[in-house]
C-alpha cells in the first residue's frame, strides 16, 4: 500500500513529503512525532454499511474529532453504518486499523471525507498504509486525485 500510494501520488504530481518514524497509529501520539497538529491528521474510518453486504465507506475526517455515523449513512443513503472490526477492515483494505490511508482503490469501498479537514489545513497527514511511515500531502491535492465526496460527518460537539 505505501508504495502504491507513493507511485500515485508521483504520478499525480502531488506536493507530498514522507516522514519515516517509529510505528504509531494514536493520532495524538502520530501528530506529535510528526510535528503536525492532531487536527491535521485525516482519520480514515472503515465503517461496514449495514444493509448492503459487502458495501463499506472510507469516513476521513480531522483526528481531533469523533465520526458520527447517522451522518456517514445520511450522506452515502444507506440507513445505517457501524465501525468495522478490525479483522474486516484488514480485509478490506489490506492495512491494519490506523494505518489505513485516506484513499479507497476499491469500488466497495466509498470514500467520504468531512470538508473541515480540508478548510483547516493546507497539508493533512495520514499514516500510509503502515505505522511506521506517513506522508504529508498538499490538501488541494488530496481533494483532486481521491476525489472524495465531500459531507459533514462530524460529532457536534457538546460545549
Not at 59 to 87: C, I, N, S, T
Request: proline share 4%; hydrophobic share 45%; with cysteine.
Amino acid at each position: 500500500m505505501f508504495e502504491h500510494l507513493r507511485k500515485m501520488l508521483e504520478n499525480g504530481h502531488a506536493r507530498f513529503r514522507v516522514i519515516e518514524h517509529p510505528a504509531e497509529g494514536n493520532s495524538h501520539k502520530v501528530a506529535e512525532i510528526r510535528g503536525t497538529e492532531v487536527g491535521q491528521g485525516a482519520k480514515a474510518m472503515l465503517c461496514r454499511v449495514g444493509d448492503a453486504a459487502g458495501q463499506y465507506v472510507l469516513a476521513v475526517l480531522p483526528g481531533d474529532e469523533r465520526v458520527d455515523f447517522a451522518k456517514v449513512a445520511a450522506a452515502v443513503g444507506a440507513r445505517k453504518v457501524k465501525l468495522a472490526d478490525a479483522a474486516d477492515a484488514e480485509a478490506a483494505t489490506g492495512c491494519v486499523i490506523g494505518a489505513i490511508p485516506p484513499f479507497s482503490f476499491d469500488p466497495s469501498i466509498r470514500l467520504v471525507a468531512d470538508p473541515q479537514l480540508l478548510a483547516r489545513y493546507r497539508e493533512i497527514a495520514f499514516n500510509a498504509g503502515r505505522l511506521d511511515a506517513s506522508i504529508v500531502l498538499d490538501g488541494d491535492d488530496y481533494r483532486r486525485l481521491a476525489q472524495p465526496l465531500l459531507a459533514d460527518i462530524r460529532q457536534e460537539r457538546l460545549e
